[in-house]
């Protein structure tokens, strides 16, 4: 059975400052892993994804996540945040073995102070 | 293209009432999902539709039914709303092959049964 365990419901950073959200999965398979965001009051969009290929795998608006097998982890970064990164974001994981199923995480809920 | 559309975006219910969520698609994409999302529980998959012509239960399909209606069609019905069905939801699709881990999604329905 897959799994997906999102460390810290709300995170808060200063404008400027490094975001760090953290995702450990669970998988009897090879994963394909996601983070998605969701911005208030519209639906999940893609932000990046981890199909075997390189393990650091860079997405849109700058942000970054690293396939960690040994760790069972894929935190998702970025470097310097923006008021306009103020958004709910969702870790997945699918294994794509039949059914297409993706559990979700609880999400992380991040906060960018000025 | 419009990407994957929802109606209604907003619903008020009462206890017993049926209705019925509609989702579309204009992306040519094969398989379909329906979500649930509540706070602090990530989304959850309801039902989905692999290819046209197929259903399969999600991890919450009690008291939900659906419809592929063609391949560009994925309606949910709740037959008999219950409070506990108050909640977000969610349409998606994706493609098979290729890109086909993506899911795309629709902006919502807010439910609330009274």
């Known amino acids: 059975a897959q799994s997906v365990t999102q460390l810290g419901s709300h995170v808060s950073v200063s404008e400027g400052a490094l975001v760090l959200l953290r995702c450990n999965y669970s998988s009897s398979v090879p994963p394909y892993l996601f983070w998605y965001v969701q911005y208030p009051n519209q639906g999940l969009q893609l932000l990046l994804k981890y199909t075997s290929a390189a393990t650091l795998v860079k997405g849109i608006n700058g942000f970054e996540a690293e396939f960690k097998k040994s760790e069972t982890s894929f935190h998702l970064t970025k470097p310097s945040a923006h008021m306009s990164d103020a958004a709910e974001y969702f870790c997945?994981?699918?294994?794509?073995?039949?059914?297409?199923?993706?559990?979700f995480g609880a999400g992380t809920r991040l906060f960018v102070k000025a | 293209n419009a990407g994957v559309t929802q109606t209604p975006k907003f619903q008020v219910l009462k206890t017993g009432q049926s209705m019925t969520l509609q989702c579309a698609q204009d992306m040519n994409h094969n398989s379909m999902y329906w979500y649930r999302q509540d706070p602090g529980m990530g989304l959850r998959l309801i039902y989905y539709?692999?290819?046209?012509?197929?259903?399969d239960k999600g991890e919450v399909p009690n008291g939900y039914n659906v419809s592929r209606l063609n391949k560009r069609e994925f309606s949910l019905r709740l037959e008999s709303a219950a409070p506990s069905q108050t909640s977000v939801y969610f349409c998606?699709?994706?493609?098979?092959?290729?890109?086909?881990?993506?899911?795309?999604f629709g902006p919502g329905t807010r439910l609330l049964v009274l």
């Open positions: 998606a699709s994706s493609e098979i092959g290729g890109d086909q881990e993506t899911q795309y």
């Open positions: 997945a994981v699918t294994n794509n073995t039949g059914g297409f199923k993706t559990i």
């Open positions: 539709s692999a290819s046209e012509g197929t259903t």
